[in-house]
């Protein structure tokens, strides 16, 4: 007997949806034939099979979504008696990772980040026809990380533009477009690709506007995902914000939530000036409930998300969730923090940060990104020059190691900046004060 | 149509001294006499321009790099001769020229390179950095080969706004061999995009000669595996850079996408004002100089073509009073006002 079971598909892959199945019970199966279409946090695929048999039990239904991997979906009969007891399928929920559950909420309203930024490229190119997208896969694939699909049914080819792999052409590209009264929509399919094309991100979109004394502004968006993934190791891991925040002439945006992503992407297409816009894998399939419609959410402001007297905590981008689960941990100690999302890197809303100082008297930093230079050691030296006779201890900072990013699970983990270490900083910081 | 990739050179003979040849074959473009006046107004003016700036650059008015571009007239005035109002232009640093044959203001100019509030960037760009809306010039940029994608990207947003244009994308034989430039050969040919690359073939790119970093026959050759024509032009003489400018415009303005130009020329001065120019003999300079320079030939064509030589002298004398004009301008413009260092770095 042969378990055919929910495969792992992509890095980042939790759980898939069978979209059909192509076998029925009883039916012959060759090694290689389809048994049935998956859909990953990524793409269809199709499922072969392993092996020569017959197909004895179907498992999961067509059309069930979410099933974790590793999860039975169908047993093959290979002719070789197998040992192990066949279990018919139980709520399969049960298996799917508890944390991953917290965030999906049972509103009509949720989406996720991944629908979010779709749906704010497709809002805007119906107001605005010389918003065009440009990128690798973007179009017929429907997107490396399917952040794209159904814009090129929609848009047609002329707006949404697959190009070949050559991001500082097709970055200098845009910036000429954009010269020339298009607004560009530049996706890379990770930032780490991006490093290709940061001389023309820099030095040709960022700059020309002050070198040409105002005349020739660039409205164009970078976008793409940052920082580390899953276990993809040190090339295609590293959070770039503190890189592009650094240049004068970029905006810098990095949001955590659905309705930010969206209403803050909608920002960016309408800013005339170069955005660079900071998105996560991990957080694509993340379903939030979304408050916004058609809204935009200005650059510039940070955003408190929960009140709290003790200790401030500020993030952005996928370390806000984790300052989340920390700050719960942390009410159970008696601790009440205050949380911060930046959202916007640059401008920084520095003022949100000092008014949370002057109330906890407490900071902490937490940044996904390395510790050197990083946006903690920005927001630190802020901080203590407008708010020094405000703090009671030092500020902390809670980042990823000064490493390139391992790939061993156990390694990779300890290079980033967990839960826990916000606990423990938060404790610390705290303790120390005798609270 | 000259074939792609021809090693024929356009045959207009560059020897000064050659009396009685027959004007009708030398102007195979049958330009009028006024056309060709204008044709050596403006490499005039672009020769005696940059003659200035090299003497204010000496007195300390123009300080940091500065790229001169005499010797190379004939390739941008010939080429900016057959474009049509609205293509767009964008070109490396070396621009001083190309920002006058497209009609900028040469008051704006020099006044920029003087970092003054009366420049074209109010001071804050200088020699490599200039744009002018108005008359198409995107810059003027620092960054070897920087331009070419972006000139792509311009020939991108006149294909989509359907207008007809085309964007005039000049880079260096020093830039042709930065990894970007095969990135916009590659995309400009897959979309057929209507953009016409001008390699400047000045021979050095800074003090290293094209023989010892470039590989191939020719850069005219540099878009084969693309598909892209190229035609090998004699860069010092303004008719033939017209001819061969005429034919890559009609090719690539009736949608068969992207040409290359390779313009054979030479520049007399240093890479930039602080170059010695070891890597190069005075007796080459002095050379190409007496042979083929190319404002002499159009001086020698128009008096075959009867063009008095007081009129010659008026001439010169207009284009140094509109030089000496531009540098008194440029050097009594105020300073940028303090309150200029922090604006336009968003808009």
Redesign the interface.
């Known amino acids: 007997m042969i378990e055919i079971k929910m495969p792992s598909l992509s890095p980042t892959m939790t759980s898939g949806s069978i979209v059909k199945w192509f076998v029925k019970e009883g039916d012959s199966v060759l090694t290689g034939d389809v048994l049935a279409e998956i859909e990953t946090d990524k793409a269809t695929m199709e499922l072969e099979s392993i092996e020569e048999g017959k197909v004895k039990n179907i498992l999961i239904k067509e059309g069930e979504k979410d099933i974790p991997v590793g999860t039975v979906l169908a047993v093959v009969d290979d002719g070789n008696f197998i040992n192990k007891k066949i279990e018919t399928n139980k709520s399969f929920t049960e298996n799917i990772d508890i944390k991953l559950m917290q965030d999906i909420k049972t509103s009509d309203n949720n989406i996720t980040v991944r629908e979010a930024i779709r749906d704010a490229m497709a809002e805007e190119m119906r107001l605005d026809d010389?918003i065009?997208i440009m990128g690798e896969e973007v179009a017929e694939y429907q997107g490396a990380y399917k952040v794209t699909q159904g814009l090129l049914e929609e848009f047609g080819d002329?707006r949404v533009i697959d190009?070949?792999i050559?991001e500082?052409?097709?970055?200098?590209?845009?910036?000429?477009?954009?010269?020339?009264?298009?607004k560009?929509i530049i996706e890379f399919m990770t930032f780490n690709f991006a490093m290709q094309a940061i001389?023309?991100i820099i030095?040709?979109a960022a700059k020309?506007?002050?070198?040409?004394?105002?005349?020739?502004?660039c409205p164009i968006v970078f976008r793409g995902p940052n920082g580390a993934a899953s276990r993809v190791a040190a090339q295609h891991s590293q959070c770039f914000a503190s890189w592009y925040a650094h240049c004068?002439?970029l905006?810098v945006v990095a949001p955590w939530s659905a309705s930010d992503a969206k209403g803050l992407l909608k920002s960016s297409i309408r800013n005339?000036?170069p955005v660079i816009f900071l998105e996560n894998e991990l957080l694509y399939g993340q379903s939030f409930e979304t408050t916004i419609d058609n809204e935009t959410i200005p650059l510039g402001q940070g955003n408190l998300i929960k009140s709290g007297n003790d200790v401030t905590i500020v993030a952005f981008s996928i370390m806000v969730g984790k300052a989340l689960s920390a700050s719960k941990v942390l009410l159970g100690q008696n601790i009440d923090s205050e949380i911060i999302d930046l959202r916007t890197i640059k401008p920084l809303d520095i003022n949100l940060i000092i008014d949370s100082v002057k109330k906890t008297n407490k900071l902490i930093i937490c940044e996904e990104g390395f510790p050197f230079s990083g946006i903690s050691s920005e927001i630190i030296s802020q901080v203590q020059e407008k708010a020094f006779d405000w703090l009671d201890a030092p500020i902390s900072r809670v980042t990823g190691l000064d490493v390139p990013l391992p790939y061993a699970e156990n390694l990779e983990k300890m290079a980033l900046p967990q839960v826990e270490d916000i606990v423990e900083a938060a404790l610390s910081i705290c303790n120390r004060l005798g609270n | 149509m000259r074939k792609p990739f021809s090693k024929e050179k356009t045959k207009v003979p560059l020897k000064r001294k050659s009396p009685g040849r027959p004007i009708k074959k030398l102007n195979n473009n049958l330009l009028n006499k006024n056309q060709l006046i204008e044709l050596y107004k403006q490499m005039l003016l672009i020769r005696r321009f940059e003659e200035k700036a090299g003497q204010l650059y000496g007195m300390g008015t123009i300080a940091g790099f500065c790229h001169l571009y005499i010797g190379q007239e004939a390739v941008v005035v010939g080429m900016q001769s057959v474009c049509e109002p609205g293509d767009s232009v964008i070109t490396s640093y070396r621009d001083h020229g190309h920002m006058l044959a497209c009609g900028m203001d040469p008051k704006g100019v020099m006044a920029e390179l003087t970092g003054r509030e009366g420049g074209y960037s109010k001071g804050k760009g200088g020699s490599m950095h200039m744009f002018s809306r108005e008359k198409n010039f995107y810059g003027g940029h620092g960054i070897v080969g920087a331009q070419v994608p972006i000139g792509v990207g311009l020939a991108f947003s006149h294909r989509y706004k359907e207008d007809g244009f085309v964007c005039m994308t000049y880079l260096g034989d020093g830039a042709v061999n930065q990894g970007q430039v095969y990135e916009s050969f590659n995309m400009s040919a897959l979309w057929k995009l209507p953009v016409v690359f001008i390699i400047e073939n000045n021979k050095y790119g800074m003090g290293t000669s094209v023989t010892r970093a470039s590989a191939g026959r020719s850069l005219a050759e540099r878009g084969k595996a693309y598909g892209i024509p190229g035609t090998e032009v004699d860069g010092m003489n303004v008719l033939s850079v017209r001819q061969a400018g005429k034919e890559a415009l009609d090719y690539t303005r009736k949608g068969k996408g992207p040409y290359i130009l390779e313009m054979k020329t030479y520049r007399y001065r240093g890479h930039s004002m602080s170059d010695p120019a070891k890597y190069r003999t005075r007796s080459e300079v002095d050379a190409v100089r007496k042979q083929k320079d190319s404002i002499e030939s159009l001086k020698e064509i128009l008096q075959e073509n009867n063009i008095k030589d007081d009129h010659l002298k008026d001439i010169d004398g207009k284009i140094k009073l509109i030089v000496s004009e531009a540098s008194e301008f440029a050097e009594q413009s105020s300073l940028p006002d303090k309150e200029e260092l922090m604006t336009d770095i968003y808009l």
């Open positions: 010389t065009f002329k190009t070949p050559t500082q052409g097709f970055a200098g590209l845009g910036v000429g477009a954009a010269f020339g009264g298009l560009p001389d023309q030095n040709s020309t506007l002050y070198m040409s004394g105002g005349q020739m502004g004068p002439g905006k005339p000036n």
